[in-house]
């Protein structure tokens, strides 16, 4: 049936063209919305999971109770008693026994390494400037096994915080806002004592303008000096072997400690959930445009099977049965949207590079474009779908049609 | 050899019989008429007996075989090996060539190569041999019909049916047609059944049926 399927594509070849075309619209404007928003997702995961941590431990904000109170001031009395009950806020959260979630993470063959963090909300001044912003103290030497931010130093060296000396590497957003360059000398005031000096000795730029914009890096032992809290952390960022791992080792190590663990997944749950949004509307929007498609091939297959009553009766007389008859459209449907996605496919990539070209502002300054064969495999897969489901019902008609009545009535 | 036992045919609901019991036999390589007055049944008769629609009762035995006892799949391609049929309406595919189209039911088994040969030769016999490669629409009625009647034998059938085959012909082109057909039963192994409403045509026949309101009225040899 190959032969006559194409003689008929071929008989009118506007209609077959224009049939085409909206199969290959639809799978372009898919592959092209598709590769924006998840070449987009993708970026800002992979930014989020090795620019942070797989998994963070962070201390938690502790209320004051009367029991932590009785442990610490009256240990020796047994019974004490409250006019009025206190209550209150611990100043600053911190991890209470670091060395023992080394210990565990030393033992732990899951995990590649981890770093502690001592992070502080600051005010970066410089002249009559003064921004706020986040203040990181690191160990560099582990902190490079945990995250990626090596990749993104544009000026100065990360290692350089190592020496101490109040060294500062700063997002280059951050730096543009305050007209600072590298090598100067910044004041960094940490709420109560009086601005610090410390001197930019590097600038590093993600692309993502959250982190660009208001992060700076120190060393931890500057930091820690600098908030009057010697020896305290945090967070301990840790990275895992499989990032997939994340979600489970953070429950694991969340069920027997007050702390908070969380994986990647958990500390982005609102982007994730953008995400998942965005995604949702894609898919909607997609569906909208392929039942488009579809119709235009459920149409002119309709009409097709209506004109060519005459040749189907024919072709039953000499022993065509209805599955050849119903294969006979079938592959038309096939082929007009087979053809149409693989265009679509084309023309999907050629809007892909044109917009990976464009230089767009945005969370991100460039429009990341995913260009991956899962995203290809698909649209070709939605567009085959289409074709099958929207060709299946005239060219079942078409099988079903008594040859009799046609023959009969001579129409 | 076709034997017809006892058909009826009824349509509509209430069923309203249009077939009251017809039974004859035929043998084989016969040239055989169907005649009577418009609406006597001759079509339903013709199309009763050629699997392309079923009676409402009786038998219908192609060499001893009920055609009712046979499988969808044994039906078809019954129909494609050995039965050729022939319509008022030349009913050629509009986007075949005339040689594509009398290749057409060789095609369904990928015969079309071996018949290849058969094809041309039959539309040469029917003076068509400059014209293999015209399509339908730039052919004339009666040259349209004579490739129907090419790709109704080119699977030498051993059965062909035709309705008024030249119902839609000036006499000139009716004649050449039934000439065809007539020399496909003397010099094939084929019985060819026709409808005619013109008794010139039907004196050709070697058997003649005659219908009337749905009764056989005579078999006269
Ligand atoms: N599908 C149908 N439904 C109802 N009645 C039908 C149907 N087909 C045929 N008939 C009736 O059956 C009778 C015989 O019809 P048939 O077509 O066999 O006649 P015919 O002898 O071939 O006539 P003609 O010479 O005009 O072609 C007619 O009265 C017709 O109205
Ligand atoms: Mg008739």
């Given at each position: ?40 997702q993708s970026f800002i995961i992979d930014q989020l999971v090795n620019n942070d941590a797989y998994v963070k431990i962070s201390a938690k ?32 959260a911190k991890i209470n026994y670091p060395l023992g979630w080394y210990k565990k993470l030393d033992n732990d063959s899951r995990v590649v390494a981890y770093t502690p963090l001592i992070g ?16 990181q103290g690191v160990d560099p030497i582990s902190q490079v096994k945990v995250t990626n931010i090596m990749n993104y ?5 990360y ?47 993600t ?10 890096y120190?060393?931890i ?12 952390i945090t967070d301990i960022a840790i990275r895992l072997t499989d990032v997939s791992e994340s979600l489970g080792f953070a429950d694991e190590y969340g069920e027997f400690t007050d702390e908070k663990v969380q994986s990647w997944e958990q500390s982005n749950a609102n982007i994730l959930?953008?995400f ?136 | ?221």
């Open positions: 049936m190959l032969f006559l399927a194409f003689r008929h594509i071929f008989a009118r070849p506007k209609q077959s063209l224009l049939t085409l075309l909206g199969v290959a619209l639809g799978t372009t404007a898919f592959i092209t919305f598709a590769a924006i928003m998840t070449g987009f904000e502790k209320m004051v109770t009367e029991k932590d109170l009785n442990e610490s001031l009256f240990k020796d009395k047994i019974h004490t008693f409250w006019t009025t009950s206190p209550s209150g806020r611990q100043e600053s502080a909300m600051v005010l970066y001044i410089k002249g009559g400037i003064s921004i706020s912003g986040k203040l130093i544009i000026a100065g060296d290692q350089s915080l190592s020496g101490g000396g109040n060294k500062i590497i700063i997002g280059q957003g951050l730096l543009g806002k305050m007209g600072a360059k590298l090598n100067d000398s910044i004041l960094i005031s940490v709420g109560k004592a009086d601005p610090i000096p410390f001197k930019v000795s590097g600038v590093f730029k692309g993502i303008m959250t982190l660009d914009d208001t992060f700076g120190a060393y032992r500057d930091v820690q000096r600098a908030l009057s809290r010697p020896s305290e959930s953008v998942s949004l965005q995604n949702f509307i894609r898919t909607f929007i997609t569906i909208a445009i392929m039942i488009v498609a579809s119709f235009g091939i459920y149409n002119i297959l309709n009409i097709l099977v209506n004109q060519k009553r005459k040749d189907i009766g024919i072709l039953r007389s000499f022993g065509y049965d209805a599955g050849e008859i119903q294969n006979l459209f079938m592959i038309q449907g096939l082929f007009l949207g087979i053809t149409g996605g693989i265009i679509g496919l084309f023309f999907g990539f050629v809007m892909s590079l044109y917009l990976s070209t464009l230089r767009i502002g945005g969370m991100t300054d460039k429009l990341m474009i995913n260009f991956s064969l899962e995203l290809y495999s698909m649209g070709i897969l939605m567009a085959v779908a289409a074709s099958v489901i929207s060709s299946y019902l005239p060219a079942r008609a078409a099988g079903k049609l008594n040859p009799i009545d046609i023959v009969r009535s001579g129409e | 050899m076709i034997k017809v036992n006892n058909i009826k045919k009824s349509f509509g609901e209430p069923p309203i019989e249009v077939l009251h019991g017809i039974s004859f036999e035929i043998p084989e390589k016969q040239f055989v008429s169907i005649t009577g007055k418009s609406g006597s049944g001759k079509s339903t008769l013709l199309y009763s007996m050629s699997t392309l629609d079923h009676p409402t009762s009786g038998e219908v035995f192609f060499d001893g075989v009920e055609i009712a006892s046979m499988s969808d799949k044994e039906v078809h391609e019954f129909r494609n090996l050995k039965m050729g049929f022939i319509f008022q309406f030349h009913y050629l595919l509009p986007e075949l060539s005339a040689l594509e189209n009398v290749l057409m039911p060789a095609r369904r088994t990928g015969q079309h190569t071996v018949r290849y040969q058969r094809g041309v030769e039959l539309l040469t016999q029917f003076g068509l041999s400059n014209k293999l490669d015209r399509l339908p629409k730039q052919l004339s009625g009666g040259e349209q019909q004579r490739v129907a009647i090419a790709r109704a034998l080119i699977q030498e059938p051993k059965y062909v049916f035709a309705d008024e085959p030249t119902g839609n012909l000036d006499s000139t082109n009716g004649e050449i047609v039934m000439n065809l057909l007539k020399t496909a039963t003397r010099d094939g192994n084929t019985t060819v059944i026709y409808v005619t409403h013109d008794p010139d045509f039907a004196a050709l026949a070697d058997k003649r049926i005659v219908l009337k309101d749905g009764n056989l009225s005579a078999t006269e040899f």
